[in-house]
């Protein structure tokens, strides 16, 4: 089955305490991104990777991290976690490009909560 | 001014008309207009993608795209309770359809 995995679905952190947050995709993507979804913002895009080793900033990269070694893979690194970046964590995939090939596959889902 | 807007709603539509959501951006080199739905705690599941000026029409869905307005719009026909939801607009922006900016979404309530 063709999807998007996220893991942990749920996490309850102290401020400061590194985590990551794991993400895959079995679509042979080679566009990954991760998004924030906060009440009455909508998805903010934090960090997108064209490619392997390919890595670039969103609307709000500060204080995340992202890597892509594997094309399957796109983690997301939360060196000092601090309160306001508790949030719905959403990671996506697509191909690269225009057209019907762009279209997004969304992941489950994180619910982080910073204390 | 925001990049995608919509407006947040709620919107309240009975059950068997039809709802209408609207969309604005403005990057005037975007190519690639999505929308989404969104239920309550769950992830964003895509509903019409749409590239070229004019109508689109899947099932009971119909986008309409206008780019020299910069408009984009969703008609969802005889709606149902099901159709109760967030519905997202989506663009990729930029020349290399790298970003993508997602509208703050409109709450769609279908009353019976």
């Known amino acids: 089955e063709a999807q998007v995995t996220q893991n942990p679905r749920y996490l309850i952190t102290v401020t400061g305490k590194k985590l990551t947050v794991t993400c895959s995709q079995n679509?042979?993507?080679?566009?990954m991104s991760w998004y924030r979804q906060d009440p009455g913002l909508g998805l903010r895009q934090i960090y997108y990777?064209?490619?392997?080793?390919?890595?670039d900033k969103g609307d709000v990269p500060e204080g995340y991290k992202v890597s892509r070694k594997e094309k399957r893979n796109f983690p997301l690194i939360l060196e000092s976690p601090s309160p306001n970046q508790t949030s719905l964590y959403f990671c996506?995939?697509?191909?690269?490009?225009?057209?019907?090939?762009?279209?997004?596959?969304f992941g489950p889902g994180t619910r982080l909560t910073v204390l | 001014q925001k990049e995608v807007e919509q407006n947040s709603g709620p919107l309240s539509v009975p059950e068997g008309a039809i709802a209408s959501l609207n969309c604005t951006y403005s990057?005037?080199?975007?190519?690639?207009f999505f929308w989404y739905r969104q239920y309550s705690g769950k992830s964003p599941e895509l509903i019409m993608s749409?590239?070229?000026?004019g109508d689109k029409e899947d099932g009971r869905f119909t986008a309409q795209l206008n780019k020299a307005s910069q408009y984009v719009s969703l008609l969802i026909r005889d709606s149902q309770p099901s159709d109760s939801a967030t519905y997202l607009c989506?663009?990729?922006?930029?020349?290399?359809?790298?970003?993508?900016?997602f509208g703050s979404g409109t709450r769609l309530s279908i009353r019976p």
């Open positions: 996506a995939s697509s191909l690269v490009g225009q057209g019907d090939g762009s279209t997004q596959y």
């Open positions: 990057d005037r080199v975007s190519q690639s």
């Open positions: 989506a663009v990729r922006v930029g020349s290399s359809a790298s970003k993508i900016i």
């Open positions: 990777s064209m490619n392997v080793e390919v890595t």
């Open positions: 679509m042979n993507h080679e566009y």
């Open positions: 749409i590239y070229s000026n």
